[in-house]
């Protein structure tokens, strides 16, 4: 029997993240997207926008629950560049950061695996899946000349992962 596809033709998951809407449906796409591929879920985690230093992208701080995005940096993406590339950047530094919250400590495995996550969930020629492969900062050399913050304010974004949270929060 052949191993199924690596790249599908046609994907929900891809669907979704070209539909979705803001931050909790793209993070919806990623630990679906995990959850298929690797089958492995983290639930509850929130996420903060900070103005971090303008050569990080996001974090996650080991034993945390919330994944802070550099602000600053989505900003510059919504002034320079269309949606859909905005969303699969989002789902690309959102996918990271998930995967460090499961464990894949070592950032060259976990950019291996994100790769791997991205093309089998939403096929190999998906914005997002090219960008997993890539570096983001050739991809968007204009988040070089992004001015940095010192990340000492973090804002909660409200209503993230609400498929994981909505039975206990309201």
Same mark, same amino acid.
């Given at each position: ?7 599908? /033709?046609? &994907?929900?998951?891809?669907? #979704? ?7 909790? %449906? ?6 679906? &997207?995990?959850?298929?591929?690797? +089958?492995r879920e983290r639930v509850g985690l +929130? ?6 230093? /303008? ?31 905005? #969303? ?44 997993? #492969? +890539? ?9 070089? %000349?992004? &001015?940095? +913050?010192?990340?000492? #304010? ?9 498929? /994981?949270? &909505?039975?206990?929060?309201?």
């Amino acid at each position: 029997m052949a191993a199924p596809p690596t790249t599908p /033709a046609w &994907s929900p998951l891809a669907h #979704r993240l070209d539909e979705a809407r803001d931050y909790d %449906d793209i993070f919806a796409v990623v630990r679906d &997207s995990v959850r298929k591929v690797l +089958g492995r879920e983290r639930v509850g985690l +929130g996420l903060g926008l900070s103005d971090l230093p /303008a050569q990080v992208g996001a974090y996650w701080q080991i034993t945390g629950n919330i994944i802070v995005l550099n602000e600053r940096l989505i900003q510059v993406l919504d002034a320079t560049e269309p949606l859909a590339q905005r #969303r699969a950047y989002l789902f690309v530094v959102l996918l990271h950061e998930y995967l460090h919250s499961l464990g894949y400590l070592n950032e060259g495995q976990d950019r291996r695996v994100a790769a791997e996550v991205a093309e089998r969930a939403l096929g190999a020629e998906h914005p997002a899946a090219r960008m997993a #492969r +890539g570096d983001l900062w050739q991809i968007f050399p204009q988040l070089r %000349d992004a &001015s940095g +913050g010192d990340g000492q #304010r973090v804002r909660i974004v409200r209503g993230f992962d609400s498929a /994981a949270t &909505s039975q206990y929060i309201r």
